[in-house]
């Protein structure tokens, strides 16, 4: 099958009913902080920001086009996260394929295939994120490289060995890391880098806080803790050469969104969990042994 012939490809069902949760969820989902922001560039995210906000670029906030400047702000840090994720990925070549897991509207894959040159194929259970990521990519011309397929992450039909590289872009949240982590140690070949960036609960902590408890009933999620993530790895070949906690990096982001009209009211719980420790915005890295 070439990388554009997804008519071969017999879609299965969702393997468990939460599964087919998540695909109606991510289905329907058409969230204006979403949509618009991905309008600036036509780069598509499900994921948050980070880095210092450029207060200058927002001006003065009676200005007319202040709001169309702090979607472009929000966006810019977003699009900054990604690129962090990406430079964790180690030299890429182009004849390299790597797999973005749980791909959304392929914001990650598109930026990944430019930066490298390198087929990316990205999973995703929602039929509408696959569709409107390969109208993106063919869009852009660049559908032979870029692809995206409703599948299951945790069983994928790729070959052993296949991926230079892989990732989860805060989706490692809807599955057991068990699961997850053999997959990506399947399709890993030894050496290749696996790169994840999500929230975590932190177990210093002692359990869950009620901020993050109303993060994952808002997203219909199930954050995992930091030390589940390692552990995980640990018994997967993946070993961690990087842990990086994002969090003070991650705050600019959710202030200024908070003040912005594209709320969506999970705002405080966000910026109330990062505050008192129970809540950590991590990046993983790590390599399959
Ligand atoms: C918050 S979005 C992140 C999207 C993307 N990584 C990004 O950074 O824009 C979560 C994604 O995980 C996907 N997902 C959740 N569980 C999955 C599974 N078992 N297999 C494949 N994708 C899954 C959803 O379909 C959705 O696209
Ligand atoms: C860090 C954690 C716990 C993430 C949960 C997964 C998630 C829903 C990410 C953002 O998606 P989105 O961009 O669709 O969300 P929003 O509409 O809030 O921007
Ligand atoms: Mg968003």
């Given at each position: ?122 999973v ?27 599948c299951?992450?945790?069983d994928t039909p790729f ?131």
């Amino acid at each position: 099958m070439t990388m554009t012939d997804l008519s071969a490809a017999a879609i299965p069902g969702p393997a468990t009913p939460y599964q087919g949760d998540i695909a109606r969820y991510w289905d329907h989902e058409a969230r204006p902080v979403n949509l618009r922001l991905g309008d600036v560039d036509g780069l598509y995210h499900h994921h948050y920001g980070i880095g210092e906000v450029d207060h200058a670029s927002l001006g003065d906030p009676e200005d007319s086009e202040h709001e169309k400047k702090v979607v472009a702000e929000l966006h810019r840090l977003e699009s900054a996260q990604a690129e962090v994720l990406l430079d964790h990925l180690g030299p890429i070549g182009r004849d390299d394929t790597l797999l973005d897991a749980g791909c959304g509207r392929g914001g990650s894959s598109v930026m990944a295939h430019q930066r490298f040159g390198c087929k990316v194929e990205g999973v995703t259970l929602s039929a509408k994120q696959a569709e409107f990521g390969n109208r993106r990519a063919r869009e852009l011309g660049i559908d032979g490289s870029v692809r995206a397929q409703v599948c299951n992450m945790l069983d994928t039909p790729f070959e052993k060995g296949q991926m230079a590289a892989s990732w989860n872009n805060e989706s490692s949240m809807y599955v057991d890391l068990d699961d997850l982590f053999a997959e990506h140690s399947r399709l890993l070949r030894v050496g290749g880098r696996y790169v994840t960036i999500t929230g975590c609960w932190n177990p210093k902590y002692g359990q869950p806080s009620k901020w993050v408890s109303q993060i994952n009933a808002h997203f219909e999620c199930n954050i995992h803790s930091r030390r589940e993530y390692l552990r995980a790895m640990a018994d997967n070949r993946l070993v961690p050469q990087a842990v990086i906690d994002l969090t003070p990096d991650t705050l600019p982001y959710w202030e200024l969104r908070a003040t912005s009209s594209l709320v969506t009211g999970i705002e405080e719980a966000f910026l109330e969990s990062y505050k008192d420790g129970s809540f950590q915005y991590v990046l993983i890295a790590a390599d399959r042994v």
